[in-house]
């Protein structure tokens, strides 16, 4: 195996790492599921189930990445005691990191779609009644499906194919940057118009009418699901990137760094969507339990449609999207090749030239899930819905209950190494009394977070 890459920069890690956590549903479902369950309440319980669930799990999964500096390929077979078995976790992981990519990569592919459709002021004609059946013919357009989703699997696997700071780390930090420009400036032009008031108003103040109308253990249990899913824990996708740093910094402080970008840019999207909708569309229309990313191509391209010079704001949107969406899609494919190289002596190039054309085979259930499958279903689910069902609600938990269980239990790497390598560099530091809720709460807590969303979805 080559010598391993380490990035070049702090601030490549951090960007990196937090491009990876922050994904689509940042960006359309967490402010919609903010309105719908009470607005400032729904944050503030996010907010401290972020801080009991999601940067402890995130500590787990960095410090095993950094202590084994190796991907979910081998780290566990480099920190486990002789005669255990946790090494076989690199099959979830793995497994975990291909099925959210079949899917992921394929609505990528919508956003690149929609992207030109506002570069070009197409969809601009489209009225405002028709964008629903406008956006099904889009995506039930299979050859135009295929080629968005496979120009982004080939983008993204060849800028990793250019090594790790010279491809990824480079591509990805000016990315993001871009996307925090992005967002931020979209944030500030929507916050001037008309309905911006209101529209923040339901965002962050709960009001008593607001209150009466939803359920506290709803709102809970919402709060809690987005807090643990949206760090993107448990298939090893964030370890890789510990085992490129050094132990100067410790993982506490980068978790919550990291878990702050993540935050703000799901806080941010907020600031464009509200007083946008309150603007041109009467309000907030979806609803929680079902919105989608089908929201982002029928409520708020009717929007975009109706605003002053709503194609430079729709292409920019949608610019963004492709952003948060790519950032995420390169930080999966820079563990898949990490994985490849640690068990076969292939290069980048090569093991990026294979997997382009293994993916491109792979996505395609998805693709045709849309189109000419669109009647097939398992579970009740197309195979796009089921591939994401599987690893938001059975992989991600479970991956991050093992990555707990393996960091705490002495029948695992112990609490000992694993505190000492969370907490090795300066900076803030995981404290000596958390340790009997990490080794019994949190692995309890999330084994029935899965359990209540399986049960939710088959009753």
């Given at each position: 195996?080559?010598?391993?890459?380490?990035?070049?920069?702090?601030?490549?890690?951090?960007?990196?790492?937090?491009?990876?956590?922050?994904?689509?549903?940042?960006?359309?479902?967490?402010?919609?599921?903010?309105?719908?369950?009470?607005?400032?309440?729904?944050?503030?319980?996010?907010?401290?189930?972020?801080?009991?669930?999601?940067?402890?799990?995130?500590?787990?999964?960095?410090?095993?990445?950094?202590?084994?500096?190796?991907s979910i390929a081998t780290s566990f077979e480099q920190l486990e005691k002789p005669?255990?078995?946790?090494?076989?976790?690199?099959?979830?992981?793995?497994?975990?990191?291909?099925?959210?990519?079949?899917c992921y990569t394929v609505i990528a592919g919508w956003m690149l779609?929609?992207?030109?459709?506002?570069?070009?002021?197409?969809?601009?004609?489209?009225?405002?009644?028709?964008?629903?059946?406008?956006?099904?013919?889009?995506?039930?357009?299979?050859?135009?499906?295929?080629?968005?989703?496979?120009?982004?699997?080939?983008?993204?696997?060849?800028?990793?194919?250019?090594?790790?700071?010279?491809?990824?780390?480079?591509?990805?930090?000016?990315?993001?940057?871009?996307?925090?420009?992005?967002?931020?400036?979209?944030?500030?032009?929507?916050?001037?118009?008309?309905?911006?008031?209101?529209?923040?108003?339901?965002?962050?103040?709960?009001?008593?009418?607001?209150?009466?109308?939803?359920?506290?253990?709803?709102?809970?249990?919402?709060?809690?699901?987005?807090?643990?899913?949206?760090?993107?824990?448990?298939?090893?996708?964030?370890?890789?990137?510990?085992?490129?740093?050094?132990?100067?910094?410790?993982?506490?402080?980068?978790?919550?760094?990291?878990?702050?970008?993540?935050?703000?840019?799901?806080?941010?999207?907020?600031?464009?969507?509200?007083?946008?909708?309150?603007?041109?569309?009467?309000?907030?229309?979806?609803?929680?339990?079902?919105?989608?990313?089908?929201?982002?191509?029928?409520?708020?391209?009717?929007?975009?449609?109706?605003?002053?010079?709503?194609?430079?704001?729709?292409?920019?949107?949608?610019?963004?999207?492709?952003?948060?969406?790519?950032?995420?899609?390169?930080?999966?494919?820079?563990?898949?090749?990490?994985?490849?190289?640690?068990?076969?002596?292939?290069?980048?190039?090569?093991?990026?030239?294979?997997?382009?054309?293994?993916?491109?085979?792979?996505?395609?259930?998805?693709?045709?899930?849309?189109?000419?499958?669109?009647?097939?279903?398992?579970?009740?689910?197309?195979?796009?819905?089921?591939?994401?069902?599987?690893?938001?609600?059975?992989?991600?938990?479970?991956?991050?209950?093992?990555?707990?269980?393996?960091?705490?239990?002495?029948?695992?790497?112990?609490?000992?190494?694993?505190?000492?390598?969370?907490?090795?560099?300066?900076?803030?530091?995981?404290?000596?009394?958390?340790?009997?809720?990490?080794?019994?709460?949190?692995?309890?807590?999330?084994?029935?977070?899965?359990?209540?969303?399986?049960?939710?979805?088959?009753?």
């Open positions: 195996m080559e010598q391993r890459e380490k990035f070049s920069s702090r601030l490549g890690f951090l960007l990196i790492s937090a491009g990876c956590a922050i994904g689509l549903g940042n960006v359309y479902r967490f402010p919609i599921i903010t309105g719908a369950y009470g607005g400032a309440l729904f944050v503030l319980i996010y907010l401290a189930f972020l801080l009991i669930l999601g940067i402890p799990v995130l500590c787990a999964e960095l410090s095993v990445g950094r202590a084994s500096q190796r005669g255990q078995e946790w090494h076989w976790m690199k099959l979830l992981g793995i497994g975990g990191n291909y099925l959210l990519m079949m779609i929609y992207f030109f459709k506002y570069l070009t002021g197409d969809i601009l004609t489209v009225p405002a009644a028709e964008l629903g059946a406008h956006f099904g013919s889009t995506i039930g357009n299979t050859g135009l499906v295929i080629g968005s989703t496979f120009a982004t699997i080939v983008i993204c696997f060849l800028i990793c194919s250019l090594g790790l700071q010279k491809g990824v780390e480079r591509i990805t930090k000016y990315m993001m940057l871009a996307l925090f420009a992005l967002i931020i400036g979209l944030a500030v032009y929507c916050c001037t118009l008309e309905g911006a008031g209101e529209g923040l108003k339901f965002y962050l103040i709960p009001s008593a009418d607001t209150l009466k109308n939803v359920n506290i253990g709803t709102v809970i249990s919402a709060a809690m699901g987005q807090a643990f899913f949206t760090l993107s824990v448990g298939i090893g996708a964030i370890a890789i990137f510990g085992s490129y740093i050094g132990r100067d910094r410790s993982l506490m402080g980068e978790a919550v760094t990291i878990t702050a970008l993540d935050t703000f840019i799901a806080l941010a999207s907020g600031f464009i969507i509200f007083p946008a909708c309150f603007t041109y569309n009467g309000g907030v229309t979806a609803d929680a339990s079902t919105v989608g990313a089908s929201f982002l191509f029928t409520t708020l391209s009717s929007i975009f449609n109706a605003m002053p010079g709503g194609r430079i704001i729709g292409a920019l949107f949608f610019l963004f999207m492709i952003f948060a969406a790519y950032s995420t899609v390169i930080a999966v494919f820079e563990n898949i090749i990490a994985f490849w190289m640690e068990l076969t002596n292939l290069k980048r190039p090569v093991i990026a030239i294979i997997n382009i054309g293994l993916m491109m085979v792979l996505s395609l259930p998805a693709v045709f899930s849309c189109g000419i499958w669109g009647k097939v279903s398992v579970l009740g689910m197309g195979f796009l819905d089921l591939e994401d069902f599987i690893v938001s609600n059975i992989l991600l938990p479970l991956g991050s209950v093992i990555y707990v269980v393996f960091c705490t239990s002495r029948y695992g790497w112990g609490w000992q190494s694993f505190h000492g390598e969370v907490n090795a560099g300066s900076g803030l530091k995981l404290p000596k009394w958390i340790r009997t809720y990490m080794t019994f709460v949190l692995p309890v807590i999330i084994i029935v977070l899965m359990v209540v969303s399986l049960a939710g979805k088959f009753t």
